[in-house]
T-cell receptor, first 110, second 114 residues
Framework: GQNIDQPTEMTATEGAIVQINCTYQ??????LFWYQQHAGEAPTFLSY????GLEEKGRFSSFLSRSKGYSYLLLKELQMKDSASYLC???????????FGTGTRLTVIP | GAGVSQSPSNKVTEKGKDVELRCDPI?????LYWYRQSLGQGLEFLIY????????KSGLPSDRFSAERTGGSVSTLTIQRTQQEDSAVYLC????????????FGSGTRLTVV
């Protein structure tokens, strides 16, 4: 199985940079997803990392270290609309489903 | 359709009653998933359908839970004899053919058992 850990809540200031960490312990790990979920809405796909390193998509970047069982989501130039929960999820060989962490609720303040 | 559609969006039911939740996936998506999201919990996998293959039911928490997918499209999740601990948001997701394509989630059905 998988064990996915991420902080429960974070607060950051508009215009700043925030890093949301995720650690995982798993056998047969394939890759790691990040999803964004606004309150009362569907989770939406942000990124999928399979290889070590940083992948950048505009203001959002995601990093993976397979050897350390560690990932982070980096949000730059924070906007108020970035207030949401960010879900980290692992992909395991032989499993048909993703294994989700509890999510990190990010609050962006003026 | 353009997205994954779930109905109803909200459902309040009395303990002991049966409920049916519906998911209409994106046209052409062969894979369909049901997850449950409880307060303070991560998304919990329930069941997975892939084409005409037998579903992966390994996540269903009890035999009160069952799901069908008719004609490879619409899916119904049924919870019999609901209990208060069944209260959660039930999310459906579909994908083209596997995890690595990423999921598209519906907005979910918020189930409250009173």
């Amino acid at each position: 199985g998988q064990n996915i850990d991420q902080p429960t809540e974070m607060t950051a200031t508009e215009g700043a940079i925030v890093q949301i960490n995720c650690t995982y312990q798993t056998s047969g790990f394939n890759g790691l997803f990040w999803y964004q979920q606004h309150a009362g809405e569907a989770p939406t796909f942000l990124s999928y990392n399979v290889l070590d390193g940083l992948e950048e998509k505009g203001r959002f970047s995601s990093f993976l270290s397979r050897s350390k069982g560690y990932s982070y989501l980096l949000l730059k130039e924070l906007q108020m609309k970035d207030s949401a929960s960010y879900l980290c999820a692992g992909d395991q060989t032989g499993a048909n489903n993703l294994f989700f962490g509890t999510g990190t609720r990010l609050t962006v303040i003026p | 359709g353009a997205g994954v559609s779930q109905s109803p969006s909200n459902k309040v039911t009395e303990k002991g009653k049966d409920v049916e939740l519906r998911c209409d996936p994106i046209s052409g998506h062969t894979a369909l998933y049901w997850y449950r999201q409880s307060l303070g919990q991560g998304l919990e996998f329930l069941i997975y359908f892939q084409g005409n293959s037998a579903p992966d039911k390994s996540g269903l928490p009890s035999d009160r839970f069952s799901a069908e997918r008719t004609g490879g499209s619409v899916s119904t999740l049924t919870i019999q004899r609901t209990q208060q601990e069944d209260s959660a948001v039930y999310l459906c997701a579909s994908s083209l053919g596997g995890l690595r394509y990423g999921y598209t989630f519906g907005s979910g059905t918020r189930l409250t058992v009173v």
